[in-house]
Each structure stands twice: as C-alpha cells, then as structure tokens.
C-alpha cells in the first residue's frame, strides 16, 4: 500500500510525496510510517496515540473511518493524509 502527503507534512518525511508500505490494516501502516519518520509522531498524533483532528485519512479516496472499516490492505491501496490548512 502506498501513503501520500500533502505539502504541510513533507518535511516530516523527507520530501516524498509517496511512500510505499507492506503493512496489512491501516494501523500497522500508521505505526510503521512513525517507525520510519519519527519527526512526524507529535505532528500526526495526538496524545494519546490517535490521528489529530486537523488530518484526515482517505483510503482509496473516501474518509477513513476507523470505527467501520475492519478489512485488510491489498498492494494497490492508497492512504492519503489531508491536512486542514489555517489563514487569513
């Protein structure tokens, strides 16, 4: 499977815009993004270990819901992390 970034978040990940991981639920993926680019953990995460309010997660294009979505990752699926930019 394959994560995407937006640009607000590619400097936690040295400015790949894809990464591809073999992890097989969303979670597993999550935790080895962490492992790969810890600078991204405080910007992500939230305190107690959930995505911020500020990102959402899009599988295959359609929200994540991690209360619904209970099936496994397959090698073409896509997680792209949107980021909610704030201005004026």
Do not use: K, W
């Amino acid at each position: 499977m394959i994560f995407r970034f937006p640009g607000a978040l590619l400097r936690f990940v040295d400015y790949r815009r894809e990464i591809q991981f073999e992890d097989s639920t969303v979670e597993a993926a999550v935790a080895s993004l962490i492992g790969r680019h810890p600078m991204l953990e405080p910007v992500l995460l939230d305190g107690s270990g959930r995505i911020r309010t500020v990102h959402r997660l899009f599988l295959n294009g359609e929200q994540f819901d991690h209360g619904a979505h209970r099936g496994s990752l397959g090698e073409g699926d896509c997680i792209e992390i949107v980021t909610a930019l704030a201005g004026g």
